[in-house]
Every structure is written in structure tokens, then in C-alpha cells.
């Protein structure tokens, strides 16, 4: 009886000394009861970000650890009543085998400011949500989707992809990317001025503004204003096509 009074007080500061460790594997879920005009920031440093609308009435984060060193990750939840703060980090000086995966659901029809959905080595992906929204990643795709409000995209070696449904608000948009493609879909009462340019990619776009080629050398361009100009519209790539067209 005392060997396994021994051997179970052993087994219980083995156990105490790694859950540290276990906890930090573990996944993260969680809901947020954020009001309209609440702020949603998101900021992951390898993995997808995923953020969609449903029929609920809080945000619900779920957040899945992946890869041989999951164990080491640590999300920082920097919440408070207005927002939504949530980032990945990394042990320092250490080489990890590791990504998290971020899915995001909001409210469906509720209007929030979408401060930073953020990936370094990731896909960022939108899809039917509403209002002010910034989506960026390093190495990964920027695909945004049937969303309402002023939205702004870039990736530096991935393609970017937007449809606007329906445009609320004014301001200044900004569609980027180094050595992808950027194709934006818009209404086909656009209200903006608009400015595209790519140095060695195509040029599209069926709204009513001149296409101009440079005369010496690689590049192409178009400016015009639609409607008032109650916004400005900036599509660019160095070495990818871009295009601007009706839904």
C-alpha cells in the first residue's frame, strides 16, 4: 500500500511539471458577446485565417494547433468588452514545426470593424460578413467575398481576390499585391475614383475609365472617376494582372 501511495505521488508531480507544456497544445474556442461596431483583430503568423457569418448572436472564435511542435504556441487573448484581440507567438530563437489554423464566425448582417485578419505564411479568407475590413497576408492568397462595406486587401507574393456586394461607407480602398494577381469585383454603380496599375501584368476592367499603356518600356495604367468620387479605389501588382469588373 505504500509503494503505490509512492508511486502515485510520483506520477502526480511528473504530471504537474508537464502541464504546462499540454496546455499549450490544446485548442482555443471560444465565444465573445461583441456588439455592432466592435472591433476584430486577428494576427497569426503561420496558418489560415477563416472568417464567416451565421446565424448566431455572439463571435466564436476556433482556433486548432497543428504540426510536431503545436505544444510550444501560445494565443494571446488581449480581449475586452469592444474588441476582439487575439495573436499566435512563438518561442524565441527556436525553429517550429507548428501553424494555427483560425475559424472566425460573426453574427450574420451585423456591421463590425475588422481592424487586422492577418496571416504571414497563410491564406486569409472573407466570406459574407459586413463592414470596415482589412485582410493582408505575406506568403499566402487574400480571398474576400460577398461583402458589404470598404474593405482593403494585400498579399506580397499571393494572389488577391475581392467581391464587394454592396459598398457603405467612403474612404480610401486598397487592393495589393507584389507578385500575384489582384482582381476586384464591385457593383456596377461604383461611386469612386479609380487608379490601377501593374508594371509587367495585364490590365482589365469593364467600367467606364481610359486604359493607358506607357509608350517606352513595360506597364500599364487606368484612371477615371465614377459617379462623385465619394471613395478612392487602388488596384496594384509589380508582376501580376490586374482587373476591376461588374458583379
Given at each position: 500500500?505504500?509503494?503505490?501511495?509512492?508511486?502515485?505521488?510520483?506520477?502526480?508531480?511528473?504530471?504537474?511539471?508537464?502541464?504546462?507544456?499540454?496546455?499549450?497544445?490544446?485548442?482555443?474556442?471560444?465565444?465573445?458577446?461583441?456588439?455592432?461596431?466592435?472591433?476584430?483583430?486577428?494576427?497569426?503568423?503561420?496558418?489560415?485565417?477563416?472568417?464567416?457569418?451565421?446565424?448566431?448572436?455572439?463571435?466564436v472564435?476556433?482556433?486548432?494547433?497543428?504540426?510536431?511542435?503545436?505544444?510550444?504556441?501560445?494565443?494571446?487573448?488581449?480581449?475586452?468588452?469592444?474588441?476582439?484581440?487575439l495573436?499566435?507567438?512563438?518561442?524565441?530563437?527556436?525553429?517550429?514545426?507548428?501553424?494555427v489554423?483560425?475559424?472566425?464566425?460573426?453574427?450574420?448582417?451585423?456591421?463590425y470593424?475588422?481592424?487586422?485578419?492577418?496571416?504571414?505564411?497563410?491564406?486569409?479568407?472573407?466570406?459574407?460578413?459586413?463592414?470596415?475590413?482589412?485582410?493582408?497576408?505575406?506568403?499566402?492568397?487574400?480571398?474576400?467575398?460577398?461583402?458589404?462595406?470598404?474593405?482593403?486587401?494585400?498579399?506580397?507574393?499571393?494572389?488577391?481576390?475581392?467581391?464587394?456586394?454592396?459598398?457603405?461607407?467612403?474612404g480610401?480602398?486598397?487592393?495589393?499585391?507584389v507578385?500575384?494577381?489582384?482582381?476586384?469585383?464591385?457593383?456596377?454603380n461604383?461611386?469612386?475614383?479609380?487608379?490601377?496599375?501593374?508594371?509587367?501584368?495585364?490590365?482589365?476592367?469593364?467600367?467606364?475609365?481610359?486604359?493607358?499603356?506607357?509608350?517606352?518600356?513595360?506597364?500599364?495604367?487606368?484612371?477615371?472617376?465614377?459617379?462623385?468620387?465619394?471613395?478612392?479605389?487602388?488596384?496594384?501588382?509589380?508582376?501580376?494582372?490586374?482587373?476591376?469588373?461588374?458583379?
Open positions: 500500500m505504500k509503494r503505490k501511495l509512492e508511486l502515485l505521488a510520483l506520477a502526480t508531480v511528473i504530471f504537474a511539471g508537464y502541464a504546462p507544456c499540454m496546455s499549450g497544445a490544446e485548442d482555443f474556442h471560444k465565444s465573445y458577446p461583441l456588439g455592432a461596431h466592435g472591433h476584430i483583430l486577428i494576427r497569426n503568423v503561420s496558418g489560415d485565417v477563416k472568417v464567416s457569418s451565421y446565424a448566431g448572436e455572439t463571435v472564435v476556433d482556433a486548432y494547433k497543428v504540426g510536431r511542435d503545436r505544444d510550444l504556441l501560445r494565443i494571446e487573448d488581449q480581449s475586452n468588452a469592444d474588441s476582439i484581440s495573436r499566435v507567438t512563438y518561442p524565441e530563437r527556436s525553429n517550429c514545426d507548428a501553424s489554423n483560425f475559424e472566425v464566425r460573426v453574427p450574420q448582417g451585423v456591421e470593424n475588422f481592424d487586422r485578419l492577418a496571416s504571414v505564411s497563410g491564406n486569409v479568407l472573407i466570406a459574407s460578413v459586413r463592414g470596415r475590413l482589412k485582410a493582408e497576408s505575406v506568403s499566402g492568397n487574400v480571398v474576400v467575398k460577398d461583402v458589404s462595406g470598404m474593405v482593403n486587401a494585400s498579399s506580397v507574393s499571393g494572389n488577391v481576390d475581392v467581391e464587394i456586394s454592396r459598398l457603405e461607407g467612403t480610401e480602398m486598397k487592393f495589393s499585391s507578385s500575384g494577381n489582384v482582381g476586384v469585383k464591385a457593383p456596377s461604383l461611386d469612386a475614383d479609380i487608379d490601377m496599375s501593374t508594371v509587367s501584368g495585364s490590365l482589365k476592367t469593364d467600367f467606364q475609365i481610359e486604359v493607358q499603356e506607357r509608350r517606352y518600356g513595360p506597364g500599364r495604367s487606368a484612371r477615371g472617376r465614377l459617379g462623385s468620387g465619394s471613395s478612392n479605389l487602388r488596384i496594384t501588382s509589380v508582376s501580376g494582372r490586374v482587373s476591376l469588373t461588374h458583379i
